[in-house]
């Protein structure tokens, strides 16, 4: 079990829909970032993945990844990365996790039609689990009212909108 507890302000967040980015480290030590769909549950950060990529390969040499996710709303920005173990689940308790992982990010048509569902289910053939051992939140509101009295957030013009 993850061994730092998460305030459930940020337990929410991270049962919301978002694309996350997974940082695993390469041979070489440099960081591999990738945008991936996940699931939060029981405290663990779980991602579907083909065991032929590059983040499977670094975590089986490497067993140790980060997950990010973040809302990037101009005065409201807010996040949570959780950092630790990280292990490859494969069988039949992978199928099971991952169809929840697509589920959460493709409709009931989509899951069912021949030409996505299914490839995505092969294609994706294990699945990720990082037991954080360490939580790092933030929010841009709660900074914005304590250092700033508001004003990024408040004042109209002073955060530009995002492309």
């Known amino acids: 079990m993850p061994t730092q507890t998460l305030d459930p302000i940020f337990q929410?967040?991270?049962r919301g829909r978002y694309i996350a980015a997974l940082g695993t480290e390469n041979a070489d030590g440099t960081?591999?970032?990738?945008?991936?769909?996940?699931?939060f549950e029981d405290s663990y950060l779980f991602i579907a993945t083909s065991s032929k990529s590059r983040k499977a390969r670094n975590i089986t040499a490497r067993?140790?990844?980060?997950?990010?996710?973040?809302?990037?709303?101009?005065?409201?920005?807010?996040?949570?990365?959780?950092?630790?173990?990280?292990?490859?689940?494969?069988?039949?308790?992978?199928?099971e996790i991952n169809r929840r992982i697509h589920s959460r990010y493709m409709s009931a048509a989509a899951m069912t039609d021949p030409h996505v569902g299914p490839v995505f289910a092969s294609f994706d053939d294990v699945t990720i689990r990082i037991t954080p051992g360490s939580w790092t939140a933030w929010d841009m509101a709660v900074l914005d009212a304590q250092a700033f009295g508001g004003r990024l957030g408040g004042t109209p013009g002073y955060l530009l909108s995002l492309d």
């Open 63 to 95: 067993a140790r990844a980060s997950l990010m996710v973040d809302v990037r709303k101009p005065g409201a920005e807010r996040g949570v990365n959780g950092a630790g173990k990280a292990e490859l689940i494969s069988g039949e308790q992978s199928e």
């Open 31 to 39: 960081i591999h970032l990738t945008a991936v769909w996940y699931l």
């Open 12 to 14: 929410e967040l991270l």
